[in-house]
């Protein structure tokens, strides 16, 4: 009579079946319940658009410049939207930047640091902005104006039918904060001077474009001569600054009961 043949154990390569739902288990470890088969931890991911991978990757590249949300709940929100070219080699602006960093309230938006490629998350930034109480734009003057990528934040972000015309209404009665710093001294800033014009000539194009938008317009923040100014004056300015941010909660705190 033929000998029945046996299976033995199955090698390395060749798994064991089990049926549907069995208990299924290796030495040393708990039991896992197993009805389906598994798919790869990313199968369910792969459908997500660049778009998002880009945006994930831009977030990334921000060396800590906003701030969780979680970490201001229940406090007065400051939006800071930084345009310096050339972040890291800035002086005056720096200095400033990180008095405005010591207010609780505030959450930084570095734009050259966050957008290198110019490639603005719109979505991000209008979230930013429709949490916040006060907008913040600082940036050194650029050839009287802002700089690019900030000049490019207006075009993308403050589109009309969401901060402007018909239903654009989101910004409707926020506060905005210009804060600016030039290389000439102040009296570079008169008839006699270099720029012939008072810096109050200047300011109408950045005043407008928040009032356009239905925001209160808050008396700017100007430092003059920033690459010569000494370090005495520069911190005595950038305590103005904090101190200007730390009343403006104090008093949306007290206005909101």
């Keep these: 009579m033929p000998r029945k043949k046996t299976r033995g154990p199955p090698g390395p390569s060749e798994p064991a079946s089990a049926p549907r739902g069995a208990l299924l288990s ?3 470890s708990r039991g896992i319940l197993r009805s389906t088969p598994l798919k790869p931890r990313c199968a369910n991911r792969r459908g997500r658009s660049d778009g998002r991978r880009a ?5 990334s590249r921000a060396p800590d410049l906003a701030r969780s949300r979680a970490d201001c709940r229940g406090v007065i929100l400051i939006a800071l939207i930084y345009a310096h070219p050339h972040p890291a080699r800035s002086r005056a602006n720096r200095v400033l930047l990180e008095a405005a960093r010591r207010v609780p309230s505030v959450t930084v938006r570095s734009l050259y640091d966050s ?3 110019f490639e603005i998350d719109v979505a991000a930034e209008r979230k930013l902005l429709l949490e916040s109480r006060l907008i913040i734009w600082q940036h050194p003057l650029m050839w009287y104006s802002a700089p690019a990528l900030q000049k490019l934040w207006f075009d993308t972000v403050l589109t009309d039918g969401w901060a402007t015309g018909e239903g654009g209404t989101a910004l409707v009665g926020k506060s905005c ?3 600016t710093t030039t290389g000439a001294p102040s009296a570079g800033y008169t008839p006699e001077g270099v720029h012939k014009f008072p810096f109050a000539a200047f300011m109408p194009v950045m005043e407008m474009t928040a009032r ?5 317009w808050l008396p700017p923040l100007v430092l003059h001569d ?5 370090d005495h004056a520069l911190h005595h300015h ?3 600054y904090r101190r200007r941010l730390q009343a403006f909660v104090a008093d949306a705190e007290v206005a909101r009961g």
Excluded: E
Excluded at 212 to 216: S, T
């Design 55 to 59: 945006s994930r990757a831009r977030a």
């Design 177 to 179: 904060l210009w804060v």
């Design 115 to 117: 957008y290198p490629d």
């Design 26 to 28: 290796r030495p040393g």
């Design 226 to 230: 920033a690459r010569r100014i000494d």
């Design 212 to 216: 356009y938008c239905g925001m209160h």
């Design 238 to 240: 950038a305590a103005q």
